[in-house]
């Protein structure tokens, strides 16, 4: 199947005036894992966000890729790219300024040119990413998790976050809807947040996602596929406060079970965890001259 995908995107062309890839998080296959470490070798943030002594040359691992194959985005013309997961530990405790966050387990990616302010988030863009589970690093779908995220320059609020695991606070746990990928739009000054779209986290697969802002007129649309199915427009274009601008997280933030008023310092995170997720195709691309990329050819 893989082999077949890899064959035919050889001999496709790139579309006509596809729109401008503006940061590109796809590693080759060659690339060590110690130039994550590195500022200047990695395309993602060195030191961001990781636990209290943790490098990414060690939470972040390369896949075995005749399991998951390459994703959708990693495809490209000029050679496949592969995946990458994001693990979490009992060690992953943020500590920003020597305050340890005991409430969440979290390991995120950062696109290392996403300063808050810089070009990924003017004009319009779009985030494109694949997630897909490992059987041997499960989710405990009992916890609420936020796997991909921009989180506003001030720290304040989310202009959207993609979701999986039972909702804090639910008052079923797990939730029946647990087990689902789940895209909510801005909570910019306390804003209540919506679910634009919803899909079954079914394993075994990639689900692959392109969320697109316009940081100028405030709006929101998405595209979704899974395995290697081109995106389809999911989310149409609608209001969204994307005022905030603000920095991607990819990864896997764990929110702690409940009782808790402040989630980032308290509630309850069993031991033991060995947790990841695996991602693939990131990259942001420009779409102010010319729609989304559907598929990498
Ligand atoms: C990768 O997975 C394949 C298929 O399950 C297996 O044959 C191979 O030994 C694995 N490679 C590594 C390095 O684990
Ligand atoms: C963020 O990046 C942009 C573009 O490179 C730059 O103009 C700006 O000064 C940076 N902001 C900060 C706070 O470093
Ligand atoms: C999943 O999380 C719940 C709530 O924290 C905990 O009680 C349970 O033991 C966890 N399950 C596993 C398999 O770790
Ligand atoms: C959880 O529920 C409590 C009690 O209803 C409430 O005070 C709190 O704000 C809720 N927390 C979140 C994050 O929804
Ligand atoms: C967007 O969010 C900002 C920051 O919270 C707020 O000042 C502004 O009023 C919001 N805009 C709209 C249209 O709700």
Redesign the pocket.
Known sequence: MVQAILFLASFATAALAAPKVIWDGRLKLDFPAADLDKSATSPYNAEFVLGAGQKWSEQLLFPNMSVSGPSLFDLVPSGCRKPVEVTINDKSIFAPGGNAQKGFRRSELLPN?N?????TVQGVTTFHFSVREDVHRPLNYSHQYEIAFIETNDFSSHVWTLKTGTSFNSSEVPAKDAKTLRLGGSTAGGKAEEVLFSVPFDGGCWHNFAIQTNWVDNTISAWYSSGYGLLKEVVKTRANNATGKGQAHIGVLKLPTPPATDLSHEGYQPSGIKEGLIYGGLFVEDCSQNGVSISPW
């Open positions: 040119t300063n808050g302010t810089d070009a």
